[in-house]
């Protein structure tokens, strides 16, 4: 199953075929824990709110046109389900960024000074991408660390496109003014 496309296992799933479902499950289970660490605070949260992802989306695969891709029609449940989560919790948006969840691969230990740099640069994009306003991290988020387009991020956060464009761009720039606040040449 891994040579076919989500849209067809997502097509063999509304069939009925279990396997092709778990098959959908095993390659978002990784991205959907990501994106959930960028909305709920402990890692537990973000699991149970990933598990409500899937049970949403087996609920409602049949409304899934496959036609289309697949990766915003999950993203959109996603984003629900952290926003609910969210709610019933009581709590804000993760105010932190965790670099360990972006750069999961270590740099490479042969070269000690290549580790001091690598932390250096995460801690650094940490201070700068905690202080950006939601409305900009997760538009930023999602095309550059899960590679939605333009239209697929509109989709997924219900908000024109043009929206989406506007806020990628100034979220860049409030990076690279928020960079040159705290020294760094972004």
């Not at 990501?34 to 402990?42: C, G």
């Amino acid at each position: 199953m891994e040579h076919l496309n989500d849209e067809t296992l997502a097509r063999a799933a509304q069939g009925g075929d279990a396997e092709a479902f778990g098959a959908l499950v095993e390659r978002y289970q990784a991205k959907m824990t990501r994106y959930a660490r960028r909305f709920l605070r402990t890692a537990e949260d973000a699991e149970d709110a990933v598990q409500e992802v899937f049970l949403k989306s087996f609920e409602n695969l049949q409304s899934f046109d496959s036609e289309r891709r697949f990766s915003p029609w999950i993203y959109r449940i996603a984003h629900n389900a952290f926003i609910n989560a969210l709610k019933k919790k009581g709590k804000d948006p993760l105010p932190f960024f965790d670099p360990d969840t972006l750069f999961p691969h270590p740099v490479a230990a042969e070269r000690p000074d290549r580790d001091a740099e690598a932390k250096e640069l995460r801690e650094a994009f940490e201070r700068i991408f905690e202080r950006l306003d939601v409305k900009y991290r997760e538009p930023l988020y999602l095309y550059y660390f899960e590679a939605l387009s333009y239209q697929e991020i509109a989709d997924v956060l219900k908000i024109p496109l043009s929206t989406v464009g506007v806020r990628i761009m100034r979220g860049k720039e409030s990076m690279k003014t928020l960079g040159a606040s705290i020294g760094l040449g972004v």
